[in-house]
């Protein structure tokens, strides 16, 4: 058949209706479109700061985004007790945007701040197993700090978790992040703060989908030792969440 110019316009127009229909769906379900109506209800109120709401321009998964913001309202209205912590900070791009969502609790950070431990990094399967320990090195605890841009709220503990834990040994939390990709950190984390968790406290664990076997592995343990049930978010790398039940006592 031959092709003439009038087939290829209408391949073209074909093409540029096809990228403006992918690219609706896509800020439909991720982009700057996918506002709830409670968190627009609340910047007009003006209880969105300019730089979270800037935050959420620029976060790429707006769901898990939405869902922290969430969760954290939840803890503000029920007055659940306690401070944040995060496991695996990396550049700090999350924990700049749970510190914006409420600055007046003292956020703990840990990281190694110099890639994956080659003993945690023995024991995976999965995509994990294809790191090596400079994973996640190119990053500074001066430089997490410069991006959250936050007060004196702020606490980074560099190195090893859970040695690193000791100084928040009595310590309660009310929120917890978990995101360090490997099966030992993962448990150490629910190991550790699961029991200094209010009641009606919060723990994410990213990465829960079929890549990082370690990760499934150590909260499918952990799961089977507490009484509550895991729930999953969808957003785009699977997060999962445990509620602990506000009839267990801190």
Partial sequence: MKITVFHLINFALILVLLIFLIRYIWDLLFGSGYIPVEWEHARKSGRISKKLNQLRRNYPDKVRFFNWWFQI???????????????????????????SMDPERKFHLFDTFTGLPSKDLALETGEAATYTHDR???????????????????????????????????????????????????????????????????????????????????????????????????DLEGTAMIIKNKSVKW
């Fill in 73 to 99: 309202e939840r803890l503000k209205y029920e007055n659940i007790p306690g401070n944040f912590a995060e496991i695996g900070v990396y550049k700090g791009e999350s924990a700049a945007v749970l510190h």
């Fill in 136 to 234: 996640f090195a190119d990053t500074h605890v001066d430089e997490v700090l410069l991006r959250i841009s936050g007060n004196g709220n702020i606490f980074i503990h560099p190195g090893y978790f859970p040695e690193t834990a000791v100084c928040v040994n009595d310590e309660q939390f009310a929120l917890v992040n978990i995101d360090v990709d490997l099966y030992q950190p993962t448990l150490a984390a629910l190991t550790f703060f699961y029991p200094r968790l209010s009641p009606g406290g919060i723990i994410f664990i990213h990465d829960h989908n079929h890549k990082w076997e370690g990760i499934k592995k150590a909260l499918a343990e952990f799961n089977r030792t507490i009484p509550e049930t895991m729930v999953m978010v969808a």
